[in-house]
């Protein structure tokens, strides 16, 4: 990053990895970026990090992002589906969730350039999907193969970005951006079980054009819709380390919840049985202490 003023780069770009539940450290980040004056104009996200960069590039405050995500649960964004087909759920809930976010825009009329990472799987490739349904775009994004339905978009069937680009920088660029900030969440193999997509994006991580977040989320499972305020506070962290010579000109609201510590979580997680818990914890009363 030395000789780079990210604050002043003319065409930053903000790639936001895939991860399932522990997207909601995107959240974090995006605080911190604000709080910083750092302002991205490209945005591209994957499965999670499309949910977080839809809502950030369609405009919505990071602040209230965090406050949506804090009370989420897989309800926001799946449902079961009631018809045969290949995967559990289908993506029916992301429709209202992203009109509480703000609204089902043209991703060519939102205010920050972005794209969603999908894959063909009829060509197994990797998709940018920059126009179009926001709601469509984000929903091709996250289907994961064998839980969400496959999804027909313009004659292409999708599933899950992060089956071949679960961190897309390399797309970042692609689309116009000089340097990019990179928010990663899982690894690559975690989706493929191969090294060529790991290895092609370490030849991205590793260039002086990118900088990297890299929340601590140890032994936390994707699956697991589980103290997603300690998942905030963890992507805030890693921000924070990894932008540390900007100094904070957006100082955080003294309303916004301050959590102290991201408390330890179990190494045995109860795996994909997990994903259908449709649990969210309460927001804090007003009163009580942070």
């Given at each position: 990053m030395?000789g780079v003023?990210l604050r002043?780069?003319?065409?930053l770009g903000?790639a936001l990895?895939?991860g399932?539940a522990l997207?909601?450290?995107?959240?974090?980040?995006l605080?911190?970026?604000?709080?910083?004056?750092i302002?991205?104009?490209i945005?591209?996200?994957?499965?999670?990090?499309?949910?977080?960069?839809?809502?950030?590039?369609?405009?919505?405050d990071?602040?209230?992002?965090s406050?949506?995500?804090?009370?989420?649960s897989?309800?926001?964004?799946?449902t079961?589906?009631?018809t045969?087909?290949?995967?559990l759920?289908?993506?029916?809930?992301l429709r209202?969730?992203?009109?509480?976010?703000?609204?089902?825009?043209?991703?060519?009329?939102?205010p920050?350039?972005?794209?969603?990472?999908?894959?063909d799987?009829?060509n197994?490739e990797s998709?940018?999907?920059?126009?179009?349904s926001?709601?469509?775009?984000?929903?091709?994004s996250?289907?994961?193969p064998?839980l969400?339905r496959?999804?027909q978009?313009e004659?292409r069937t999708?599933v899950d970005?992060?089956?071949l680009?679960?961190l897309?920088?390399?797309?970042?660029?692609?689309?116009?951006a000089?340097?990019?900030?990179?928010v990663?969440?899982?690894?690559?193999?975690d989706f493929?079980?191969t090294?060529?997509s790991?290895?092609?994006?370490?030849?991205?991580?590793?260039r002086d054009?990118?900088?990297?977040?890299?929340?601590?989320?140890?032994?936390?499972s994707?699956?697991v819709?589980?103290?997603?305020?300690?998942?905030?506070?963890?992507?805030?962290e890693a921000?924070?380390?990894?932008l540390?010579?900007?100094p904070?000109?957006?100082?955080?609201?003294?309303?916004?919840?301050v959590r102290q510590?991201?408390p330890?979580?179990?190494e045995?997680?109860?795996?994909?049985?997990?994903?259908f818990?449709?649990?969210?914890?309460?927001?804090?009363?007003?009163?009580s202490?942070?």
């Amino acid at each position: 990053m030395a000789g780079v003023d990210l604050r002043y780069e003319p065409h930053l770009g903000l790639a936001l990895g895939g991860g399932g539940a522990l997207g909601a450290a995107h959240a974090g980040v995006l605080e911190v970026l604000h709080e910083r004056g750092i302002v991205p104009t490209i945005v591209v996200g994957t499965s999670a990090g499309a949910i977080a960069g839809g809502a950030y590039a369609n405009g919505r405050d990071p602040y209230e992002i965090s406050a949506l995500v804090m009370q989420a649960s897989w309800g926001d964004f799946g449902t079961f589906s009631m018809t045969p087909g290949i995967g559990l759920l289908d993506t029916a809930g992301l429709r209202d969730t992203v009109e509480r976010i703000g609204k089902d825009s043209l991703i060519e009329d939102l205010p920050i350039r972005f794209a969603a990472v999908a894959t063909d799987i009829a060509n197994e490739e990797s998709v940018l999907i920059d126009h179009g349904s926001l709601v469509e775009a984000i929903s091709a994004s996250i289907a994961v193969p064998g839980l969400f339905r496959p999804k027909q978009l313009e004659g292409r069937t999708f599933v899950d970005g992060g089956v071949l680009e679960n961190l897309p920088l390399e797309a970042a660029f692609t689309m116009g951006a000089s340097h990019v900030i990179g928010v990663r969440l899982a690894p690559e193999w975690d989706f493929l079980p191969t090294m060529r997509s790991a290895l092609r994006v370490h030849e991205y991580e590793i260039r002086d054009d990118v900088t990297m977040i890299k929340p601590r989320l140890r032994h936390r499972s994707q699956w697991v819709v589980k103290d997603l305020p300690g998942l905030v506070q963890l992507g805030r962290e890693a921000a924070e380390l990894a932008l540390a010579d900007y100094p904070v000109i957006n100082p955080r609201p003294e309303t916004h919840p301050v959590r102290q510590e991201a408390p330890e979580v179990p190494e045995r997680q109860r795996g994909v049985a997990a994903f259908f818990q449709r649990r969210s914890l309460p927001s804090p009363a007003p009163d009580s202490p942070q």
